[in-house]
């Protein structure tokens, strides 16, 4: 299974703003989380799962999430393909990370607010989180165009 950018809609009246994700399919998340860094480009991360999904999407703000694909859990290669997509409240788009990767996030903006659909009981979820240092795989240097598939 890949990681899956999905492209979401907005529609805007003198009422507010409606956001929505009319083609994602069914998600079967155990739980939701945000995420709020302390300032902005502190990275968070590297956090990998071999049995969780996670739906990534943007409540507020800008921020780039990086994805990667561990070759060994323990010893991982430095070397691999890291895939970066910008999430923004501006265009919605939600962002499914299958297990078998990793993840590491940057807030763009002060105001950026991530949310996060997981799969798996949180009494779990120690049993599946990965952590490696911040300097396995490169984030500082990212660019901040959107991914598509």
Request: proline residues 5%; hydrophobic residues 40%; charged residues 25%.
């Amino acid at each position: 299974m890949e990681v899956k950018l999905i492209t979401g809609g907005a529609h805007a009246d003198e009422r507010g703003l409606v956001t929505f994700f009319n083609d994602f399919g069914e998600i079967r998340a155990d739980r939701f989380y945000t995420v709020r860094a302390s300032q902005v480009h502190q990275v968070r991360g590297w956090i990998g799962h071999q049995r969780e999904h996670k739906w990534f999407t943007a409540l507020a703000g800008c921020l780039v999430l990086a994805v990667v694909k561990p070759n060994n859990w323990q010893a991982p290669s430095q070397n691999l393909e890291i895939r970066r997509f910008t999430l923004s409240f501006d265009h919605p788009a939600l962002l499914h990370v299958p297990p078998g990767h990793a993840f590491a996030s940057m807030m763009l903006t002060p105001d950026a607010l991530l949310g996060v659909f997981s799969t798996g009981k949180i009494e779990d979820a120690a049993s599946d989180d990965f952590r490696f240092a911040k300097d396995t795989w490169p984030f500082d240097k990212f660019d901040t165009e959107v991914e598509k598939d």
